[in-house]
């Protein structure tokens, strides 16, 4: 099931920061009137610190306080994990140019000054919320829309797409710190017999049991499999050596077999299997990944001719 954005949204939470708790009550009391959610902070430290662990909506940051200053405070906040996405409403008794100036220069997106106006404030907040939530929404579509050009539909792990694209990244990356990268490709054993035998509909089932038993047998993040087209699957392993991926390979090989997915018609098998050609690499510097991948796929083709549900391995 995919999550939506408004699955992802919590209630939301200001966080203000003022010395003074007469103050810090009348904001309070005053938006959570509003419906908002309210954290507390009576200096920059603790503002600083409470950012981290609450990762608030909006911050009201009064501007002249004793030891960290609002202007100190929100220009530490621009340095931190979502400091910049978040924004900050500076609260000042100062209204000379100087100080409204030095206010947009730190990373505040508006100010307010003191005597506080409520219903101007009230506003603002509203405004500044309404406009984070959209930028909000709008990275989260532009996240999903990432994903799904990556993703094959059907299967559910990285597409083809995807697939050059990493491994030309991560290529250069091993050319850079000359270790090895090796490449793993899988092919369901007699799948057109699978097909014919049991018809599309449990073929594409097939398909995604498959990937998904490949995808669940990596563990490391670096690590991405990938369908590399029709039946025939990936695995692309940064900084892996032929005994890393041949063990990997054994893994997978062997849990596809585990899955006792019935296939009366493969030569080879009773239930569905796979062949596996691996190859590793220490790319050379300028050199092309295409390289890793024509040793594994005539890897792959050797493990078929040797009579399939089996691995061979090239370097």
Known sequence: ???TFAENQAPTL??????E?????QLRLALEREGYQIAEAENGTKALNLFQQLHPDIILLDAIMPDMDGFECCNRLQAMNFGQ???VLMITGLDDQESVDRAFEVGAVDFVTKPIHWPVLRQRVKFLIEQSQLQKQLEFA???LQRLVTIDQLTQVYNRRRFDEYLAQEWQRMAREQVPISLILGDIDYFKLYNDTYGHQ???RCLQQVAQCINNSIKRPADLVARYGGEEFSVILPNTDMEGAMILAEIICSSVRKMD???SSS???PVVTISAGVATLIPKPNSDYQEVILLADKALYQAKMAGRDRIQFMS
């Open 85 to 87: 996405c978040t924004p």
């Open 267 to 269: 030569p080879v098998s």
């Open 261 to 263: 997915i019935p296939h």
């Open 142 to 144: 532009h996240q999903e």
């Open 1 to 3: 099931m995919k999550t």
């Open 21 to 25: 708790q007469f103050i810090r009550m």
């Open 202 to 204: 449990l073929g594409d």
């Open 14 to 19: 200001i966080l203000i920061v003022d010395d």
